[in-house]
């Protein structure tokens, strides 16, 4: 992919979890910003977690079959 798509990913991801972050917020009737920087920061921990036990399933596999 060129420079320009992965930025317009990025963007898109970034957006994505802006909008579930703010939903969260006020779903849970917590105002503030420190409210909405902690259930962002949650939200990205648990997409962080999956990601990374993924990435590294996958890079052992990768280095097992070599």
């Not at 898109?12 to 962002?40: F, K, N, P, Q």
């Not at 993924?54 to 280095?63: N, Q, S, T, Y």
């Amino acid at each position: 992919m060129k420079l320009l798509e992965w930025l317009v990913v990025m963007f898109l991801i970034a957006a994505g979890l802006y909008c579930l972050s703010m939903a969260a917020t006020g779903m849970s009737m917590g105002a503030g910003s420190d409210h909405w920087l902690h259930t962002l920061l949650t939200v990205c921990l648990w997409t962080a977690f999956p990601l990374i036990a993924v990435g590294i399933w996958l890079a052992v596999r990768h280095f097992k079959k070599k």
